[in-house]
C-alpha cells in the first residue's frame, strides 16, 4: 500500500507569488501538481513549460505535471527540458500507447488520467505501464468544483486490479478534495490527492495539507 501523500495544486495559488506559495507547502509535502491547460481540451487557460521552468529553479519537489491538452506528444520534450518529474495525459486524447512510451522514453514517469464520465475500461488496459492513474472527481478546466462521488466505483475497481495483479501503480484523485472529501477517496482505494483551493485559499497552507493527509490516513 502506497503511503498518503497530498499534492498541492497551483492552479489555485498566487500565480504572481508562484515561489512562495510552493515555500508555504514545502514543509508538509514533497509533490506540486501543475495543471496544464490548453483552451482546447478543456475550456481553460494556464500554463507551460516556462513557468515549470522557474518553478524548478525554487524547489527540488516532485513536478507532478497535469497535461490537459489535445496534442500532449508535441510538448512532453519541453516539459521534461522544463524540468517536470512526472506528465499525466489524458486516455481521452488516445494513442495512449504511443504517449506512455514516450514518455519513458524521456525519462518522465507516466501518468494517465481519466475524465468523471469516462468508463473505467478505457483506462484498464494500461494501468501496468504507468506509474499513476488520476481519476477526475470534477469536470476539468477549472478550479473549486464540488466533488463528484460517483466517481469511487472507479477509483475501487482501479485499487482491486492494481492489488490483485501486483503492479504499482499510483491511484490519485484530482477535484473537490479536502478534509471532508478525501476520507471517502481514500476509503476506495486512493493514495494520492490533489487539493488547490483547500491549500491555497488556507490561512496556513502547510497545515492544510497535513489535515487532508491525516483525515486521509484515518478512512483507509
Not at 65 to 75: N, R
Not at 91 to 111: N, Y
Not at 123 to 145: N, R, Y
Not at 184 to 198: H, P, Y
Request: overall charge negative; some cysteine.
Amino acid at each position: 500500500m502506497h503511503p498518503v501523500r497530498v499534492a498541492p495544486s497551483i492552479l489555485a495559488a498566487d500565480f504572481a507569488n508562484l515561489a512562495a506559495a510552493v515555500a508555504q507547502v514545502a514543509p508538509a509535502t514533497d509533490i506540486l501538481h501543475v495543471d496544464v491547460m490548453d483552451g482546447h481540451f478543456v475550456p481553460n487557460i494556464s500554463i507551460g513549460p516556462p513557468v515549470v521552468q522557474s518553478l524548478r529553479r525554487h524547489t527540488d519537489m516532485f513536478l507532478d505535471c497535469h497535461l490537459m491538452i489535445s496534442d500532449p506528444a508535441e510538448y512532453l520534450p519541453a516539459f521534461k527540458k522544463a524540468g517536470a518529474d512526472g506528465c499525466t495525459v489524458h486516455v481521452e486524447v488516445g494513442d495512449t500507447s504511443e504517449l506512455i512510451a514516450q514518455m519513458r522514453d524521456l525519462g518522465l514517469a507516466p501518468g494517465l488520467a481519466v475524465n468523471p464520465d469516462t468508463p473505467f475500461e478505457s483506462v484498464e488496459p494500461f494501468l501496468g505501464d504507468v506509474d499513476l492513474v488520476l481519476f477526475m472527481t470534477v469536470h476539468p478546466g477549472f478550479g473549486g468544483q464540488s466533488f463528484i462521488a460517483d466517481v469511487m466505483p472507479k477509483v475501487k475497481a482501479a485499487r482491486t486490479l492494481l492489488d490483485g495483479r501486483g503492479w504499482s501503480a499510483t491511484v490519485q484523485v484530482d477535484g473537490g478534495i479536502d478534509e471532508a472529501t478525501a476520507p471517502e477517496a481514500a476509503a476506495a482505494g486512493a493514495d494520492l490527492f490533489v487539493a488547490g483551493t483547500a491549500v491555497f485559499a488556507q490561512p496556513d497552507p502547510a497545515d492544510a495539507v497535513s489535515r487532508i493527509k491525516r483525515a486521509a490516513e484515518n478512512a483507509r
